[in-house]
């Protein structure tokens, strides 16, 4: 039998035989774990309710936070500001894959021709993770363009663009090299021994199954983005935050900070949602049918 | 044992929910709404003075700002000394309601927490904020202290330091302060075809109209005086917009909804007003103010 059809049985028989009796009882007991779970649900969610409903500020906090007419009213331009951080996230996100990888592989090269930029490739992550974010955003986004040089754009929006992409480089860098790192040396040394050269065991071993582990931790990294995107409008742009808050300030009402809360975290849940679906995927083949 | 844990954890988790959210012993705000009704009817003819103000600390008078207090208002960033027209502002209401400086604490107040429903941690709170009918919704305003004019700020023998009119401005990069009324001047007068920058504080369109990121800044005109004057070499005041007397802007003092302190506070305004001393402090502090061009 050829391994490609034994694999195929192997993926297909995935249920394994399980006596009847066992089945129901597995059955039974995860009816009532989820009968006992939504109980329990509702029952906390209840005493939350009726003890935040309660309390004696809470009249002039829903008016505060939770005012209905400013909740409807600021939609429409906290929705079309939106479109500014989508961009800035989108643009930033291609960049910040391919020069974290590149950096994470200078830094692991042992080549000694390299040695000058292993140097910069560690100063570069030590002062780009060490610095808020915020400040190299201010000190490119007002800076550089007060320098004054030829041929150099002054917009705001693409500066601040390149300062969420340096900053967040170094922490990408970071996490690739921690899953090359992890790659047990038996898969290199297989490789080795297959004669595969080092540049093509990276390319064909070691990277694609690097890449796979990292992907929850680096989906978190671009979770994280998504919301620092909001920090590019000290520069000037109007993006959703600012733009919630010129209604804020305009009002003096905070309801338009929960609408621009709900922007931001719908834009993370289908990134979200995904990762758990390529997680489970993982888990499913690595587990073979197996519970 | 382990089957026990969730349910205790639940429990001691609903026990901490319940004993935080429990009605807290100070009856302070359903108090301030009460004694507030009282004193609208009684304060006419009611002594306004130390000794039966409602003020956070008894006998003394907290005053809050934002920081850094900028000039003109403020001068050194140091509200307590006096200078600059709000801070002298502040302290002849505080001496009309009987407070001697030496009663006056001042607090930092960021722009956001003078309307954060609760209550407040100051009396009143001074920072250029505009009188809005919606705002009132959610604190106290005093009368107004100031009529404020918008000015125009650009840099000298750019194309933006020639306009004339407001049809000129429209095609200009224009910056403003968020939360400012010169933000919604740029939004309802002056309609630009571009957007605005909008930025936190007066400092960073101050750096943006250096580095020619915006054209023109739009600001109050008393801070347009300080920019072009102390902040921003070769920067000139291109024109102010004409104010309307009844729906120009006025800067008013921030109280809590429903302080018992607005009729006070109105009253001292009242007197400074009439007996010409506020005008004295405007032309003390404010006295350049006036020979900017109008915009037509």
């Known amino acids: 039998m050829s391994t490609a059809s034994a694999a195929a049985a192997v993926t297909e028989t995935a249920q394994p035989y399980v006596d009847p009796e066992r089945r129901e009882r597995r059955a039974r007991k995860s009816r009532r774990n989820a009968i006992v779970a939504t109980a329990s649900t509702i029952l906390f969610f209840v005493v939350v309710s009726v003890a935040v409903l309660n309390s004696p500020g809470w009249p002039s906090v829903q008016d505060a936070f939770f005012n209905p007419a400013y909740f409807w009213s600021s939609w429409p331009s906290i929705l079309s500001a939106l479109l500014v951080n989508i961009k800035m996230f989108l643009i930033a996100e291609v960049a910040i894959l391919i020069l974290g990888m590149a950096l994470a592989l200078i830094r692991l090269s042992k080549s000694p021709t390299l040695m000058p930029l292993r140097i910069v490739g560690t100063v570069y992550t030590d002062v780009f993770r060490g610095t808020p974010t915020l400040l190299v955003v201010l000190l490119l986004g007002f800076g550089i363009p007060a320098l004054n040089l030829q041929g150099v754009p002054t917009d705001p929006l693409i500066w601040g663009t390149v300062a969420l992409i340096l900053s967040y480089t170094a922490y990408v860098a970071e996490v690739f090299r921690a899953g090359i790192a992890s790659i047990h040396p038996s898969q290199r040394a297989a490789a080795q021994s297959l004669g595969l050269s080092t540049t093509q065991a990276n390319r064909y071993v070691v990277l694609p199954q690097a890449v796979r582990r990292v992907i929850p931790p680096l989906l978190n990294d671009f979770v994280s983005l998504q919301k620092d995107t909001a920090l590019v409008s000290v520069l000037g742009p109007i993006e959703a935050l600012r733009a919630a808050q010129i209604i804020v300030y305009s009002k003096f009402n905070y309801t338009p900070y929960i609408v621009a809360a709900i922007c931001f975290i719908a834009l993370t849940i289908p990134l979200a949602r995904f990762t758990d679906w390529l997680t489970a995927r993982q888990e499913a083949q690595r587990s073979m049918g197996s519970r | ?296």
């Not at chain 2, 403003?176 to 939004?187: F, N």
């Not at chain 2, 802007?249 to 009729?263: A, H, I, R």
Request: proline share 5%.
């Open chain 2, 1 to 296: 044992m382990r089957r026990r844990t969730p349910i205790v954890v639940t429990a001691a988790l609903s026990a901490v929910v319940l004993a935080a959210c429990a009605p807290a012993n100070n009856s302070a705000s359903s108090s301030t709404s009460a004694s507030a009704s009282e004193s609208a009817s009684a304060s006419a003819t009611a002594a306004c003075s130390k000794d039966t103000l409602k003020t956070l600390a008894a006998g003394n008078l907290t005053i809050g700002t934002d920081k850094p207090a900028y000039p003109p208002y403020f001068v050194d960033d140091k509200p307590e000394n006096g200078q600059g027209f709000e801070s002298a502002v502040a302290y002849a209401v505080a001496s009309k309601l009987g407070y001697q400086p030496t009663d006056v604490t001042w607090t930092v107040v960021p722009f956001d927490k003078a309307f954060a429903p609760g209550t407040k941690n100051f009396d009143f709170d001074i920072n250029q904020v505009s009188i809005t009918d919606e705002r009132k919704k959610a604190v106290d305003f005093s009368d107004g202290y100031y009529t404020v004019n918008q000015a125009v700020v650009a840099l000298k023998g750019t194309k933006a330091a020639e306009a004339k009119t407001t049809a000129d401005l429209q095609s200009l990069k224009l910056g403003a302060q968020v939360g400012t009324t010169s933000l919604d001047y740029i939004t309802n007068v002056v309609k630009p075809t571009t957007a605005p920058s909008v930025f936190s504080s007066t400092a960073d369109p101050t750096a943006a109209l250096k580095n020619k990121q915006i054209d023109a800044l739009v600001v109050d005109l008393p801070t347009a005086y300080y920019i072009t004057g102390a902040q921003l070499e070769n920067s000139v005041i291109v024109g102010q917009f004409k104010a309307d007397k009844n729906s120009g802007d006025n800067f008013g003092l921030v109280l809590g909804k429903g302080s018992p302190l607005t009729e006070c506070v109105n009253q001292a305004i009242g007197q400074l007003s009439t007996s010409g001393e506020l005008q004295q402090i405007q032309d003390k502090w404010l006295s350049q103010v006036t020979n900017a061009p109008y915009f037509s």
